[in-house]
């Protein structure tokens, strides 16, 4: 009796998925840094909202995202509402989630029309 052969496409490695799914998540976080810093997305609407590709960033780098803003200016801003800035925005109490959004909307420059 012969053996049969059966060819079972092997599962990709471990490794590899992570690696997908690390590059997904740089991309899309890419991504969502240009339209910030380019003004068409509110970074007080990604701290509510709290998108997939953004629960382990940090709120220090999505506030360094928006134009005109630094490491000082954030961390002077997130001083007042004793947030550290190495806290990851999908660790955020819905309190800290509401305070963070409407102090960002708050700094948010009025458009001045002509």
Do not use: Y
Request: proline share 4%; with cysteine.
């Amino acid at each position: 009796m012969e053996a049969a052969s059966t060819l079972v496409p092997a599962a990709m490695p471990q490794h590899m998925q992570a690696l997908e799914h690390a590059n997904r998540v740089r991309l899309a976080r890419a991504s969502l840094k240009r339209s910030v810093a380019a003004g068409q997305v509110g970074a007080a609407e990604i701290v509510r909202e709290c998108p997939w590709e953004v629960e382990s960033m940090t709120v220090g780098e999505l506030l360094r995202s928006q134009r005109r803003w630094g490491r000082t200016r954030a961390r002077k801003f997130l001083f007042s509402m004793a947030l550290n800035e190495n806290r990851e925005l999908g660790r955020l109490t819905q309190r800290q989630r509401d305070v963070l959004a409407r102090e960002l909307e708050t700094k948010r420059p009025v458009l001045k029309l002509p």
